[in-house]
C-alpha cells in the first residue's frame, strides 16, 4: 500500500510529503509514446497528482511534448546519473546542463563559476548568505549528476562553517536548508542535526524537524521520528501548519504500518511459503566441514544479521562515540533540552572521510620502516638524521624538526604506518578554535601577512592577481561606458 | 662591462628626481631609480638578450601598459617606447633575437610588439586572462607559450590566429618559467607540470608540490653544464622549494628553505610570514635572487645552502625582479601586490623600479 513514487521520464522529483523512501524507475518500453506514459500514471496513481503538485503537472506537459517531438534521447543515457533535488528540476536547465557535459566542462560553465566566486569575495553588503544561496543552487541545476566537479559538497561545507557563529542566520530558511543538504551529504546525518539543535541552528525552523524525522524514519525507527515532530511542536516552530502536515502524514504513514501488520497476521489462511532472509546465518550441516545447508529457510537459519535492524542501536551509539571525540570544555554549555549529551558538540561531525583530500598541514618527520630483529616491520623509527646540512638562515634560530610525538624508543606500540592525521571538517574546526584560542594568548608562532580569508573564501582558491582582476573588471565596465576620456587623461603622463 | 663607476654614488646618475642622500624608506638600498616609472603596480620586469647590444628593460604593469627603457653604462634610464593593451599587463618577455617583445595582459589577449616599428600586434587569444607569456626558440621551430587562468597552455606561431598546439591543465596557470628544452608551469591549488619542448611540447611530468602552500612563483635553474635541471618554486607562505628534475638522490637533493620572514630571533610574538613574489636566477653564478611581499629581496646560493645577503626593508612589497643577459644588473620594482586586499591600495603611491649593480653580491659562497 505504501506508494512508491513513480519518478517521471524527464522530471526527477523526491517530494518530502509523500512517504516515500524508495523510488522507483518507470522506464517506457522503447517505442512507446509518451501518451502512453501518462495514462500509466494516472491509472496506478491518482494520489501522487496533489494541488500542491503543480509543479509536476506543467513539467509534465512539457515533457510529454518534447517526448512525443521525438526528441533526444541524450537524457535516457543520463537519467540514472542525475541526482533528484527536493524542490525538483528545471527541465530545461537539465538539458543544457547534459548536453555542456557531454563535452566537459564548458567555458560557459567555467565563466560562470568564476563570476561565482569573485561575487563570493568582492561582496560586501549585508547579507552575504545570499550569495553563497544562489551558487549553491547554481551548482546544483548545472551538475546534475553531482560529483567532484561540482565541488557540491566542498561549497556546503564552507558554507555552513562560514556563518556558524552568525547568530542572525540561525533562523533563516535558507541557511538551514544548506545544513539539510549538507546533512544529507554526510554518512551521519542525524548527528548534522543534532548538532544543530545543540548550536540553536534553525530550531524555530519546521524543515530542520521534517528532514530529521525523515531520516529517523529511513532508518526505521518511527518512534524517534515522532518524538521529532514533538519537538518542534514544543519550539513552535514555523512554519506550524506545514509541521502539523507532515506529522500527521507520518502518523499515517505508521498507523498503516501496524495495520498492515496485522492484517499479515490475520490472514494469514495458508501457510506462506517460507522465504530466504537475506544476510541470515545459517546453520551448517555436515560434522566435519562446514557446509551450507541446501534449504537456507525456517529452522536453517541461525540469526539474522545486518539489514534494517541493527539500526537503532548504531544511532545511540554514535552519538556516544561522538561525544568522546569532540568534548570541548570551552565550548558554552548550549540548552539541549532533551539528550544531554548535545551539550559536548563543538563542532560539526565528520561530513566524510576525506581520504584524498590534502589540506596545507604541519609537516611531519618523514619516517622509514625500520626492521626489528624478527626482520619484520616494527615501529615508526624516529626520522633519520638528514645527511646534508639543512639550509640555516644567518640569524635565526637552528631549524627545528617538527618534534615527533612518539617517542619511538620507548613506545612500544607497534604501528606500520605512520598514524594518519585524518583531516575532517570536525577537526579543521577544533583546529580553528585552537588557533583562535592561542593568537589570543599570543602563543601563535606564525602568522601569514597576507588576506588569507579573501583568498580561500570560496571553493577554490584566488591568488592576488585574480582578486585584483575581478575588482579592475567590475570596476572598469561603468567606467567604459560613460568616462572613457577622463580616464586616459588621468592616466596619461 | 660595469654598469657604475666606482666612484658615483647611488642615485648620482642624474636618474631620479628624488636623488636625495637622505635614507628614503622608498629606497633604502639607494640603488638606481628607474626614470618615468609605470603608473600602477608592476606586474613583471624582463631585460633584453644577449643578441642586442646595450641593455633594454620592459616592465608591465596594471595601468595596461608595458614600457621600455634603456639602461645605459653610466646608470642612466632612458624612456623608449610603451604600449598598451586593453587590460593590466601580467607578463611580457623577448624574443630570442631581442627585435620583438610580447605581453600578455587581462584582457584575454597578447600582443606582439616590433621595437623597430613600434607597432603591436595581437597574436594569441584564450578565454581568461593571460599569465605567463614565454618565448620558446627550438631547432625546428620557434614559438610563444601563453598559460592563462582558462586552465590551458596554447602555443601561437605568430603569424597565425590559431594556437599550433593547445594543452589542458588541471587548474589554472600562476607561473612559468621555459629553458629549452624543459618549462614549468605551477597551477592553482598546488599543481606542477613539467613539460618537455623537443620536438613538440608535450606534458613530461606531473609533480606533487614539496610545498603546503599557494604557488607564486617559479624558475628554471640549469647545470654546469647549462641544461636546465630544475627550478625553484616559491609559495605564498615564505617558502621556496629547490626541486631537481632526475636527481640521483631526490630525498637529499631537492629542499626548501623559509624565507621573507619577520622575527627571525624573537620568539616572543609571532613571525610575519610573506609571500614571494619573484625569483630570478643569476645567468652567470647561479644564484638566485627572491622578492617579497615584506618589501626586501634576498640572494641565495643554493648549492651551498646558504643565504649571501637580504636587503633592507622597502616600505611598499616587491613584485618583480630579474638579471640583465651576463648578470650584472639586478633590476626589482617595488609596488603594491595587493597581499592585503583593495583596502590596502593607495594609488597615490608612488611605483619605482630600482637596478643595482649584481656582478658581486651574487658570487657564490665557497662550499664548505
Keep these: ?221 518511527c518512534r524517534k521520528a515522532d518524538l521529532v515532530y514533538q519537538e518542534g511542536f514544543k519550539k513552535c516552530a514555523e512554519p506550524h501548519d506545514k509541521l502539523l502536515h507532515f506529522h500527521k502524514a507520518l502518523q499515517a504513514r505508521v498507523s498503516r504500518q501496524v495495520m498492515m501488520n496485522v492484517e499479515e497476521e490475520d490472514s494469514d489462511d495458508e501457510p506462506k511459503q517460507p522465504e530466504r532472509v537475506s544476510l541470515a546465518e545459517l546453520k551448517h550441516r555436515g560434522k566435519k566441514k562446514a557446509i551450507a545447508p541446501i534449504n537456507r529457510t525456517g529452522s536453517a537459519i541461525r540469526s539474522i544479521s545486518g539489514g534494517m535492524q541493527s539500526h537503532s542501536a548504531p544511532v545511540l551509539g554514535n552519538a556516544s562515540n561522538s561525544r568522546l571525540v569532540v568534548f570541548d570544555e570551552n565550548k558554552t554549555q548550549s540548552a539541549g533540552p532533551s539528550e544531554p549529551k548535545l551539550e559536548a558538540w563543538a563542532a560539526p561531525p565528520t561530513s566524510r572521510a576525506k581520504e584524498n583530500e590534502r589540506n596545507p598541514e604541519k609537516w611531519c618527520g618523514v619516517k622509514v620502516p625500520q626492521k626489528s630483529k624478527f626482520g619484520h616491520t616494527v615501529m615508526a623509527p624516529p626520522p633519520p638524521k638528514p645527511t646534508f646540512q639543512p639550509f640555516v638562515e644567518e640569524s635565526d634560530q637552528p631549524p627545528t624538526m617538527t618534534p615527533c610525538k612518539i617517542n619511538p624508543a620507548v613506545n612500544t606500540v607497534l604501528s606500520a604506518r605512520k598514524p594518519h592525521r585524518e583531516e575532517t571538517p570536525l577537526k579543521r574546526l577544533q583546529e580553528h578554535h585552537q588557533q583562535q584560542k592561542e593568537a589570543e594568548s599570543g602563543k601563535l608562532q606564525e602568522q601569514s601577512t597576507y588576506c588569507k580569508e579573501l583568498l580561500l573564501s570560496g571553493a577554490t582558491e584566488f591568488c592576488f592577481e585574480e582578486l585584483r582582476a575581478e575588482r579592475y573588471f567590475k570596476k572598469v565596465t561603468p567606467e567604459v561606458r560613460g568616462q572613457k576620456d577622463q580616464a586616459c587623461a588621468s592616466t596619461s603622463n | 662591462m660595469s654598469l657604475f663607476g666606482t666612484t658615483s654614488g647611488f642615485g648620482a646618475g642624474g636618474t631620479g628626481v628624488f636623488g636625495n642622500a637622505t635614507t628614503d624608506s622608498h629606497n633604502p638600498m639607494k640603488d638606481v631609480e628607474v626614470t618615468s616609472p609605470p603608473d600602477d603596480s608592476i606586474s613583471c620586469l624582463a631585460f633584453s638578450p644577449p643578441t642586442m ?76 586572462p593571460i599569465k605567463s607569456i614565454h618565448w620558446i626558440k627550438a631547432p625546428n621551430y620557434s614559438c610563444i607559450m601563453t598559460g592563462s587562468w582558462d586552465k590551458t597552455l596554447k602555443f601561437w606561431d605568430t603569424r597565425s590566429p590559431n594556437p599550433m598546439m593547445s594543452l589542458q591543465m588541471p587548474e589554472r596557470c600562476y607561473c612559468a618559467d621555459v629553458v629549452y628544452p624543459m618549462a614549468v608551469v605551477a597551477t592553482a591549488e598546488r599543481g606542477l607540470i613539467v613539460y618537455q619542448l623537443e620536438n613538440q611540447p608535450s606534458e613530461f611530468r606531473r609533480i606533487d608540490s614539496p610545498l603546503k602552500h599557494q604557488h607564486r612563483c617559479v624558475a628554471i635553474f640549469k647545470d654546469k653544464q647549462n641544461k636546465p635541471t630544475g627550478f ?106 595587493w597581499s592585503k586586499g583593495h583596502e590596502y591600495y593607495n594609488p597615490q603611491k608612488k611605483n619605482y623600479i630600482f637596478l643595482r649593480n649584481a656582478a658581486e653580491e651574487l658570487k657564490p659562497r665557497n662550499k664548505k
Design chain 1, 1 to 221: 500500500m505504501w506508494y512508491s513514487f513513480a519518478w517521471f521520464d524527464l522530471y526527477l522529483v523526491r517530494l518530502p510529503w509523500h512517504c516515500l523512501q524508495t523510488f522507483c524507475w518507470v522506464l517506457p518500453q522503447r517505442g512507446t509514446t509518451a501518451l502512453k506514459v501518462k495514462q500509466l500514471e494516472q491509472k496506478d496513481r491518482p494520489q501522487l497528482l496533489q494541488p500542491s503538485c503543480e509543479d509536476i503537472t506543467t513539467q509534465q506537459v512539457v515533457l510529454i511534448s518534447t517526448m512525443a517531438e521525438g526528441g533526444d534521447m541524450e537524457w535516457e543515457l543520463s537519467k540514472e546519473n542525475i541526482q533528484p533535488l527536493r524542490r525538483g528540476r528545471a527541465i530545461s536547465v537539465l538539458h543544457e546542463a547534459l548536453s555542456l557535459q557531454q563535452d566537459g566542462l564548458s567555458s560557459a560553465i567555467n565563466q560562470q563559476r568564476q563570476a561565482f566566486e569573485s561575487e563570493l569575495r568582492m561582496y560586501d553588503g549585508d547579507d552575504p548568505l545570499d550569495v553563497w544561496d544562489r551558487y549553491i543552487k547554481w551548482t546544483e541545476q548545472t551538475f546534475p549528476q553531482g560529483g567532484k566537479e561540482s565541488n557540491l559538497a566542498t561549497l556546503l561545507e564552507r558554507a555552513v562553517t562560514r556563518f556558524t557563529e552568525e547568530k542572525k542566520y540561525h533562523d533563516d530558511p535558507r541557511y538551514v536548508e544548506l545544513w539539510i543538504k549538507f546533512a544529507e551529504n554526510c554518512p551521519e546525518p542525524l548527528d548534522i542535526f543534532r548538532y544543530m539543535q545543540a548550536q540553536g541552528i534553525g530550531v524555530t525552523q519546521a524543515s530542520l524537524y521534517i528532514a530529521w524525522s525523515e531520516e529517523y524514519e529511513n532508518q526505521g525507527n
Design chain 2, 53 to 128: 647590444p646595450g641593455n633594454f628593460l620592459i616592465g608591465g604593469s596594471w595601468a595596461n601598459d608595458v614600457r621600455c627603457w634603456e639602461v645605459q653604462d653610466n646608470g642612466q634610464t632612458v624612456p623608449k617606447a610603451q604600449q598598451m593593451h586593453t587590460g593590466p599587463v601580467l607578463d611580457a618577455c623577448w624574443s630570442d633575437d631581442g627585435s620583438k617583445v610580447f605581453t600578455a595582459s587581462c584582457d584575454k589577449t597578447a600582443k606582439m610588439w616590433d621595437l623597430n616599428s613600434n607597432q603591436a600586434l595581437q597574436i594569441a587569444q584564450h578565454d581568461g
Design chain 2, 232 to 337: 625553484a618554486l616559491g609559495s605564498i607562505e615564505g617558502r621556496v622549494a629547490i626541486h631537481y628534475i632526475n636527481p640521483p638522490n631526490p630525498a637529499k637533493d631537492n629542499f626548501t628553505f623559509k624565507c621573507h620572514r619577520s622575527n627571525g630571533t624573537n620568539t616572543t610574538t609571532p613571525q610575519d610570514i610573506y609571500a614571494v613574489n619573484a625569483i630570478s636566477f643569476h645567468p652567470v653564478h647561479g644564484t638566485l635572487s627572491t622578492v617579497g611581499s615584506d618589501g626586501r629581496f634576498s640572494f641565495w646560493d643554493k648549492d651551498a645552502r646558504t643565504k649571501l645577503k637580504t636587503s633592507e626593508q622597502l616600505d611598499q612589497p616587491i613584485t618583480a625582479c630579474c638579471f640583465n643577459h651576463n648578470g650584472n644588473i639586478f633590476a626589482y620594482a617595488s609596488s603594491y601586490d
